[in-house]
Nanobody, 127 residues
């Protein structure tokens, strides 16, 4: 089973940018569909973005579309989330997730589709 480790979170002012990384180990990364989710205090975890195994297909939550970009480097076993124009409502713990699909164009927006999760990284956006 793949293990996932996020990094890159922190404190940023509204309008600023952050780049999250998710390093994968213990599996063949290029065979996993990947996703980013977030959970704000007192709220349920919600979908942010997803990317297919080769990076061909991506999909975003409406709340982040046009501001966030998901990407992956299969040679370095790493998933990224570039977050621009950050807002206070983006404050949350961000987690990456993986599902073994084989080489595929599918993407998944629901938690239950994923079976491996990282521990999360805190993103705090101040107003």
């Amino acid at each position: 089973q793949v293990q996932l480790l996020e990094s890159g979170g922190g404190l940023v002012q509204a309008g600023g940018s952050l780049r999250l990384s998710c390093a994968a180990s213990g599996g063949t990364f290029r065979l996993y569909t990947m996703g980013w989710f977030r959970q704000a205090p007192g709220k349920e975890r919600e979908f942010v973005a997803t990317i297919s195994t080769s990076g061909t297909n991506t999909y975003y939550a409406d709340s982040v579309k046009g501001r966030f970009t998901i990407s992956r480097d299969n040679a370095k076993n790493t998933l990224f989330l570039q977050m621009n124009s950050l807002k206070p409502e983006d404050t949350a713990v961000y987690s990456c997730a993986a599902r073994l699909t084989g080489v595929s164009t599918v993407t998944y927006t629901t938690e239950s589709r994923y079976n491996a999760w990282g521990q999360g990284t805190q993103v705090t956006v101040s107003s």
